[in-house]
């Protein structure tokens, strides 16, 4: 082969290499959120603005990160394409709280709500839980939640717990007004949120849970509510670190 030819040909071969290899010049990163970062922080550190990266990965300039997030940082060329694929994977619910869901039964128009809670201190378990509503709160059902998801001290980080008041489709205890624990799904997420934000394995958790509920009861994303939310007493729960409108975002 003439040797024009031969740099030719090498030069082609090297390029379809390069091309297929996935090396794309200015590609956007992936940034893992630590402990008390913010989005400001973060946008200032990879050196972008904050309203880019806010819109790069669906969220608004004000929103809560929690830590094991992945965000996306935008490259400062604007990607050809928007890739929805870098978004946080999905998790899917153990095979037991599948069942449990699906099992149960629910009758159409039964829920209205989806409440979501912490538990206000750092460690407990659905157990610990049940015990205090029976013995201390003499609440006849026990467990005033449906759901429990653990943070690693007292349960698995990220471990969801189902009670029994989903099993048997009671009313929850969980909300001031009786006349809405008749409609509302209780979850709560073991830790004190205003202290510390949730866990990554807690928000996977919890996202995945919300998903199964509001497809098992027919319940739209309008449905899922904080607890100060929907409560008729105020209060801060789930926290000032817990972001509402994210995670809500976050379901879409």
Known sequence: MPKPIHR????????????????????????IVKRGDTLHGVAKQQ?????????????????????????IIPSSAKPAV??????????????SVQRAISRAPVRSGRWKYIVIHHSGVDTGSAKGMDRYHREVRHMENGLAYHFVIGNGNGMWDGQITVGRRWVKQLDGGHLASEAQNRYSIG?????????????AK??????????????????????????????????????????????KDSLR
């Open 8 to 31: 030719r040909f090498c030069l082609v071969a090297a390029l379809v290499w390069f091309c297929c290899s996935g090396f794309q010049a200015g590609a956007d990163q992936t940034y």
């Open 47 to 71: 050196g972008v603005t904050v309203g880019r990266l806010a819109e790069r990965n669906g969220l608004t300039k004000s929103a809560y990160l929690y830590t094991g997030q992945r965000l």
């Open 82 to 95: 928007e890739r929805s694929s870098e978004s946080a994977p999905a998790v899917a619910l153990p095979a």
């Open 187 to 199: 979850i709560c997420l073991v830790g004190n949120f205003d202290r510390q934000n949730p866990t």
């Open 202 to 247: 807690q928000m996977q958790a919890l996202r995945a849970l919300v998903k199964a509920l509001t497809a098992r009861c027919e319940l739209s994303g309008s449905a899922v509510k904080t607890h100060q939310e929907i409560n008729v007493i105020g209060t801060r729960c789930p926290g000032s670190k817990f972001s509402s409108k994210s995670f």
